[in-house]
């Protein structure tokens, strides 16, 4: 089965220590993207990647970081520079960059909680 | 600048019944993109449908239906006869194609559906 498998579901952090998102998709889509949901709240775009070793910063950069080594996988790290970092993420890819002819796929999402 | 707004915030209805979740967007573009995404308790977006903006026919899918407008800059999405299954957050987005911005979803604030049996 193709899809997007983000981990984990849950995750408590405590303030001031980093925390690392998993994000792995087997669609083989060479774009991928993370974004921050707040409660009430429309998807943020963090940061997203065209292709290996390519990243670019999103709306909501500050206190995040990724990387993109493998095509299959893009992970999050939440900083402690992130000052409210207690939210859902959630990890998209699409087949290329340019959602706007082809759409986004989305994981089921990390619910990170700073204790 | 790109701006998608939902100005429904929760809708409650009983089960069967038609409802209609509005979506007003934003944009300088003349060509872009409209989305709308299903998010059920589950916590992940479920792609529902994509829309250019030189399309203006309505489609039909199921009980599911949309109807796009460039006049009022809507893009409306009817459920008929909804169910139960149905309760969720509906978002809609927008994407824009010009400044290299076509890699970019906004999103609305999201309207929260549920249905009653």
């Known amino acids: 089965d193709g899809g997007i498998t983000q981990s984990p579901k849950y995750l408590f952090r405590k303030e001031g220590q980093n925390v690392t998102l998993s994000c792995e998709q087997n669609?083989?889509?060479?774009?991928m993207y993370w974004y921050r949901q707040d409660p009430g709240q429309g998807l943020r775009l963090i940061y997203y990647?065209?292709?290996?070793?390519?990243?670019q910063k999103g709306d909501i950069a500050e206190g995040y970081s990724v990387s993109r080594e493998k095509k299959e996988s893009f992970p999050l790290t939440v900083t402690s520079a992130q000052k409210n970092p207690t939210a859902f993420y959630l990890c998209?890819?699409?087949?290329?960059?340019?959602?706007?002819?082809?759409?986004?796929?989305f994981g089921p999402g990390t619910r990170l909680t700073v204790l | 600048a790109q701006k998608v707004t939902q100005a429904q915030t929760e809708i409650s209805v009983v089960e069967k019944e038609d409802v209609t979740l509005d979506c007003v967007y934003e944009t300088r573009d003349t060509t872009y993109y409209l989305f709308w995404y299903k998010q059920p308790p589950s916590g992940e977006l479920v792609f529902l449908i994509r829309?250019?903006?030189?399309?203006?026919q309505n489609e039909i899918s199921g009980r599911y239906s949309w109807n796009f407008q460039k006049s009022t800059s809507s893009f409306n999405f009817t459920i008929t006869a909804s169910q139960v299954v149905d309760s969720a957050v509906y978002f809609c987005a927008l994407s824009e194609t010009s400044g290299g911005s076509n890699y970019k979803l906004t999103f609305g604030k999201g309207t929260l559906l549920t249905v009653n049996p």
């Open positions: 990647s065209q292709i290996v070793n390519d990243f």
């Open positions: 998209a890819s699409s087949v290329s960059l340019g959602s706007s002819y082809n759409e986004q796929f």
């Open positions: 669609l083989n889509h060479d774009a």
């Open positions: 829309r250019n903006s030189f399309d203006e």
